[in-house]
Nanobody, 124 residues
Framework: QVQLVESGGGLVQAGGSLRLSCVIS????????VAWFRQAPGKEREFVGG????????VYADSVKGRFTISSDWNHETLYLQMDRLEPGDTALYHC?????????????????WGQGTQVTVSS
């Protein structure tokens, strides 16, 4: 059973930074893609960015491109989301998600595995 556990959320002022972590366990295939999504109250879950397993290049939503960076420590099966120049609009519950395919897609329903989420709150 694939499990994902996020950490690193918190309260930060606008313009500040946070780094989220996602530890992945139970993976049985190299054909895997991992992504970050976020969901603000009253809004749909939104794709933030994603990366293929063992890859080093990521794709991002336009809303975070240039501010957020995905990195990985594949030896420790950990994914990171570095968030810089945070804005109040970035306030949301951030989830790590995984799918047993190589392609990163931007649709939440394409990911069968989800972490519980970590809250990010950006004050103005």
């Amino acid at each position: 059973q694939v499990q994902l556990v996020e950490s690193g959320g918190g309260l930060v002022q606008a313009g500040g930074s946070l780094r989220l972590s996602c530890v992945i366990s139970g993976r049985t295939s190299r054909n895997f893609a991992v992504a970050w999504f976020r969901q603000a109250p009253g809004k749909e879950r939104e794709f933030v960015g994603g990366i293929r397993w063992m890859a080093f290049s990521s794709v991002y939503a336009d809303s975070v491109k240039g501010r957020f960076t995905i990195s990985s420590d594949w030896n420790h099966e950990t994914l990171y989301l570095q968030m810089d120049r945070l804005e109040p609009g970035d306030t949301a519950l951030y989830h790590c998600a995984a799918r047993p395919y190589t392609l990163v897609v931007r649709t939440a329903s394409s990911y069968p595995y989800w972490g519980q989420g970590t809250q990010v709150t950006v004050s103005s």
